[in-house]
């Protein structure tokens, strides 16, 4: 005989909120979407960091720029490597277990860094870093898939994306004057403090949707009405897991039969374009302006963050344009791909920043492309649309993979062109070339927006 359900706290509390909402919907999924964002934060601010203290770094390691290029991409490395690992924990353990040790070993990593005295520890303590943030964004789908409708996914996944650029931007110039006052170490034991302090607030605030003891049934109702995942405690497992993830088990010949689905080839494609924008950004931009454009250290501080607040704009609207196309009656394709597209086409006009002389309008010119390149960010949204039923970490794995696969290319390619030339030009070239590639693969790969349906 089934057992009753047994009532807790949490739904003691949600009856509650219930009996005194009169109808009208928590907002609980909006205090998930709070920590996605400064989680996201934190795990950029993490992986750039090193970059910051490299000119102090280097000068008291005695690190060459050819040590200091191989340690810059170990992260990229052990990152991209992780991916799927990564993605096969998220679907085996859930969000809450996943997220919590991925932020609390990355900020060991990132606090150990400060502690180093030769390469050899930085390189161990970098390919942790890359390993440990692995299922950050596998998880941030999956939580935007559970808790938020799909006509509010593209806004969700702008409003944590959006913590990747902030953090950079205005954050930047505290840690150099952290830097300047007590030594590039003091950079890595505060933002790997940070981070182990937010992994606490994580475990102890992070709830799936019918435990949170903040939400109510009307929200719940709107959640699932809209393609929410809002499987109920006695459908997982102990873990926090779905139980039909937990018990699918998984073959490496799935991903495989995934990647035969336009869907999933061509978000990737999209993905690594948009994300190749986004690493110039990252690397090569301050050198671009200390060496093309013959700028003074402290012009470049000033004029570094206009296309940073540009892409965090983009972010933002590029998510809630595609929502709002997505509440008119527009159909997913149109909704989704749309913005992609066109940020992508934009983002691909950087290379005329080869063709004008004032600094003021080549800055312009490149905070265009970066706001471009916040729009085409939606692709977790996409992730969240098409991923089988039970495999969101596993897809999500894979395209982060993909993606981050210009995080390797990218900085070498461009450093490659650079050499052989001793001019940028081609280098922006190859950045708007390959933006334009993954708006093609939008236009001609992806096809319809629908959930990819594995068949034996």
């Known amino acids: 005989m089934p057992q009753p359900i047994q009532s807790t706290p949490a739904d003691a509390t949600r009856q509650t909120n219930a009996a005194a909402s009169t109808g009208r919907r928590s907002k609980a999924r909006y205090q998930i979407l709070g920590l996605l964002a400064v989680g996201t934060m934190i795990n950029y601010l993490d992986r750039t960091v090193l970059g910051i203290a490299a000119p102090q770094l280097t000068r008291e390691l005695g690190i060459n720029a050819a040590l200091m290029g191989l340690l810059f991409s170990v992260f990229s490395w052990s990152y991209v490597a992780s991916q799927i690992p990564g993605g096969l924990f998220l679907d085996r353990f859930g969000s809450k277990l996943t ?25 161990v303590f970098r390919l942790g870093l890359g390993v440990s943030e692995a299922p950050c964004f596998p998880t941030n789908s999956r ?101 039909a ?11 495989g039969r995934l990647l035969k689905h336009r869907q999933l080839t061509g978000i990737c494609l999209g993905q690594f374009a948009g994300n190749s924008t986004l690493v110039f950004f990252l690397t090569w931009f301050p050198t671009y302006l200390a060496t093309e454009r013959h700028m003074a250290w402290l012009k470049i501080g000033f004029f570094a963050i206009m296309p940073f607040i540009a892409a965090s704009i983009g972010v933002m609207f590029g998510g809630l344009f595609s929502d709002w196309l997505l509440r008119r009656g527009k159909s997913p394709n149109v909704a989704r791909k749309l913005p992609i597209i066109a940020g992508l086409l934009l983002a691909s006009t950087i290379i005329l920043a080869n ?86 693969s939008y236009i001609f790969i992806v096809g319809d927006i629908k959930r990819i349906v594995l068949v034996d």
Not at 182 to 193: E, H, I, Q
Not at 247 to 254: A, N, Q
């Open 143 to 243: 939580v935007v898939a559970t808790w938020f409708p799909q006509s509010e996914r593209a806004m969700a996944t702008g409003t944590y994306t959006v913590g990747e650029y902030i953090g950079l931007a205005f954050f930047s110039p505290f840690l150099f004057m952290l830097m300047g006052a007590f030594g590039w170490r003091s950079l890595f034991y505060v933002v790997g403090g940070v981070g182990l302090v937010f992994g606490v607030i994580w475990w102890t605030f992070y709830r799936e949707p019918h435990d949170h003891p903040s939400v109510n049934q009307a929200e719940l109702d709107y959640i699932e009405a809209g393609g929410g995942l809002t499987q109920r405690k006695k459908d997982a497992d102990l873990s926090g897991a779905p139980a």
């Open 355 to 440: 063709y004008v002389e004032s600094n003021v309008v080549v800055i312009a010119i490149l905070s265009v492309a970066f706001f471009a390149q916040g729009m085409a960010a939606l692709g977790w949204t996409l992730v969240s649309d098409i991923a089988p039923e039970g495999l969101l970490g596993v897809t999500g794995g894979i395209f982060n993979f993909a993606a981050n696969l210009a995080g390797i290319v990218t900085p070498l390619v461009v450093g490659f062109i650079v050499a052989a030339t001793g001019s940028f030009v081609g280098a922006l070239v190859f950045i708007g070339a390959v933006a334009l590639i993954g708006a093609l």
């Open 99 to 123: 997220y919590f040790l991925s932020m609390t070993f990355w900020s060991l990593c990132t606090l150990a860094q400060g502690l180093v005295h030769g390469i050899g520890a930085l390189f």
């Open 245 to 255: 993830a937990a018990k699918s088990g998984f073959e490496w010949r799935t991903i």
